[in-house]
C-alpha cells in the first residue's frame, strides 16, 4: 500500500538534545497525525494537526503542519529515555475518506 | 476517553485453523474501525475499513475470504484470521475512530502460527 517518506529513518541522539523529524507526501493532506509506538504495543497518538501552518504542542512535543499541504513536522525538545521509540505520521487526503496513509517511520534511541 | 482494547494479546495457534481477535472501544462509539498488519520493524499496513452494520472494505491485494471481519455493534469489530498458515504470523493492530478525526489504536495481538 502507500506510504509516506519519513526522514530520519533512524537516529541516535544524547539525552537532553533536540530531535525532529519530518514526513513528506507527494499527495495534499488535509490531517497529520503524529503516534508514537513502543515494542509490542499499539501506536499511542501524540499530536493531531488539522490545518496548514498549524503548530500544536505537546509537553516537549510540537508539531507542524507544513504549508503545502504535503508535508509535517515533529520536534521533541529536550529528550529523555523514555523517549525511545518509533515515530510514525500519518496523513489523510482531502478525498473524503476515513483512511490514514502510514508514514515508514523513525526508530529513536536515547543515549543516557 | 477513547481507550481501545484487543483481545487476546498473543495466540499460538497450529496451521490450519481459525483464530478471532476482538477490537472494542471501550469509553466511546466507532463509527469506523480499522485493521493493520505490521511485520517486525515495518510500518503499519491498512488491511481493512470497517462500518458499524455494513460489510468491510478491504485493501487491495488482502483476501477478504481469509480474513473475516464483522463490526457487530459501535464498540465491537472482530478479525477472524481463517486456516491460518504460518506466513500469516504477525502484529495485527486495530483502531476506531469517531469519524472525520483521529484513530485510536489497541495495543496489538501478535499471532504466531506454528
Known amino acids: 500500500g502507500q506510504q509516506l517518506n519519513q526522514s530520519p529513518q533512524s537516529m541516535f541522539i544524547q539525552e537532553g538534545e533536540d530531535v525532529s523529524m519530518n514526513c513528506t507526501s507527494s499527495?495534499?493532506?488535509?490531517?497529520w497525525l503524529w503516534y508514537k509506538q513502543d515494542p509490542g504495543e499499539g501506536p499511542v497518538l501524540l499530536i493531531a494537526l488539522y490545518k496548514a501552518g498549524e503548530l500544536t504542542s505537546n509537553g516537549r512535543l510540537t508539531a507542524q503542519f507544513g504549508i503545502t499541504r504535503k508535508d509535517s513536522f515533529l520536534n521533541i525538545s529536550a529528550s529523555i529515555p523514555s523517549d525511545v521509540g518509533i515515530y510514525f505520521c500519518a496523513g489523510r487526503s482531502t478525498s473524503g475518506t476515513y483512511k490514514y496513509i502510514f508514514g515508514t517511520g523513525t526508530r529513536l534511541k536515547v543515549l543516557a | 476517553g477513547a481507550v481501545v482494547s484487543q483481545h487476546p494479546s498473543r495466540v499460538i495457534c497450529k496451521s490450519g485453523t481459525s483464530v478471532k481477535i476482538e477490537c472494542r472501544s471501550l469509553?466511546?462509539?466507532?463509527?469506523?474501525m480499522f485493521w493493520y498488519r505490521q511485520f517486525p520493524k515495518q510500518s503499519l499496513m491498512l488491511m481493512a475499513t470497517s462500518n458499524e452494520g455494513s460489510k468491510a472494505t478491504y485493501e487491495q491485494g488482502v483476501e477478504k475470504d481469509k480474513f473475516l471481519i464483522n463490526h457487530a455493534s459501535l464498540t465491537l469489530s472482530t478479525l477472524t484470521v481463517t486456516s491460518a498458515h504460518p506466513e500469516d504470523s504477525s502484529f495485527y493492530i486495530c483502531s476506531a475512530s469517531r469519524g472525520f478525526d483521529e484513530q485510536f489504536f489497541g495495543p496489538g495481538t501478535r499471532l504466531t502460527v506454528l
Open positions: 499527495s495534499i493532506f488535509n490531517t
Open positions: 469509553d466511546f462509539q466507532a463509527t469506523t
